[in-house]
């Protein structure tokens, strides 16, 4: 087996674990309906690579038939999960899944968010500007006073 073919396959399978990985931190970490769904499909895609290097590596079409039916999997499940997105952000208009509490089982407590702490609001500074024309700009009695040289 020649060196290349066995750092090809090496090559594919590290980008395919890369992108299964990204596709779950992604879905773990988010909320939102559709980027959930975007990493599910990154995640499946992260899959498909492996197979078809694995697939190229022992000279077997299984991978790649195999990769085919996940492909017409994935863009029936496109055509599915959209109408259902569109459905569910109808019913309650907005894609955030903590919404979907009463989906639960019964027993399991509801999901509570962590409220952040409120920051203090800062004023914006205060940016010298120009009086209007023939208007004497007000000079407060501090600057009057203060003489920054003798």
């Known amino acids: 087996m ?17 992108l299964f990985g990204v596709g779950m931190v992604g879905f773990l970490s988010r909320r939102n309906m559709i980027v959930m769904f975007l990493s599910a499909e990154i995640m499946l895609q ?3 690579l492996s197979l078809i290097a694995w697939g190229r590596f022992y000279n077997d079409f299984g991978g790649q038939m195999l ?6 999997v994935a863009a029936c499940e496109a055509a599915i999960a959209l ?3 569109l459905m569910l952000f109808q019913g309650r208009g907005t894609l955030d899944i903590a919404v979907w509490q009463d ?22 500074p205060q940016w010298p500007h120009l009086p209007p024309a023939g208007v004497r700009p007000e000079v407060s009695p501090d600057e009057r006073e203060y003489r920054p040289r003798i």
């Not at 990769?67 to 017409?72: C, G, H, N, R, S």
């Not at 989906?103 to 914006?124: S, T």
Request: charged fraction near 20%; glycine fraction near 4%.
């Open 67 to 72: 990769v085919f039916f996940i492909i017409t």
């Open 2 to 18: 020649p060196e290349n073919e066995l750092a090809l396959l090496n090559n594919n399978l590290i980008v395919g674990a890369l």
């Open 83 to 85: 109408a259902m997105i």
């Open 103 to 124: 989906l639960r089982e019964a027993n399991l407590p509801p999901f509570i968010d962590r409220e952040l702490p409120e920051e203090a609001a800062e004023r914006p």
């Open 46 to 48: 992260g899959i498909s």
